[in-house]
């Protein structure tokens, strides 16, 4: 199994309720009912106040590579990384578990 971890900080300037920001929260919430690779999906807001905690989070799984792959190239999700790129920067982890 491969576990896919992606972590997003807002801009400087950009907040949660701003309408870009809003639809892409909606587009990747809808994701795990889409994507018949993902094992498991989690998404959520960051709860934490410390300074060095990220906004936004995505923890799923995927049987292999292969699956994370159709994952990454399904057009559902290059739409919602398109609106993401707009006000967000990201970091990512993959690893087998």
Same mark, same amino acid.
């Given at each position: 199994?491969?576990r896919h971890? %992606?972590?997003? /900080?807002?801009n400087?300037?950009?907040? /949660? =309720?701003?309408? #870009?920001?809003?639809a892409?929260?909606?587009?990747?919430?809808?994701?795990g009912?889409?994507?018949?690779?993902? #094992?498991?999906?989690?998404?959520?807001?960051?709860?934490?106040? #410390?300074?060095?905690?990220? =906004?936004f989070?995505?923890?799923?799984?995927?049987? =292999?590579?292969?699956?994370l792959? /159709?994952?990454? =190239?399904?057009?559902a999700?290059?739409?919602?990384?398109?609106?993401? #790129?707009?006000?967000?920067?990201? %970091?990512?982890?993959?690893?087998?578990f």
């Amino acid at each position: 199994m491969i576990r896919h971890l %992606v972590l997003f /900080r807002l801009n400087d300037g950009v907040e /949660r =309720d701003d309408p #870009r920001v809003v639809a892409g929260a909606a587009a990747f919430e809808e994701l795990g009912g889409l994507i018949p690779e993902l #094992r498991s999906w989690e998404c959520g807001w960051n709860l934490s106040d #410390r300074p060095i905690a990220y =906004d936004f989070a995505i923890n799923s799984s995927f049987e =292999d590579t292969a699956a994370l792959q /159709r994952y990454i =190239d399904h057009p559902a999700h290059q739409a919602g990384v398109a609106l993401w #790129r707009e006000f967000a920067t990201w %970091v990512i982890a993959d690893y087998e578990f």
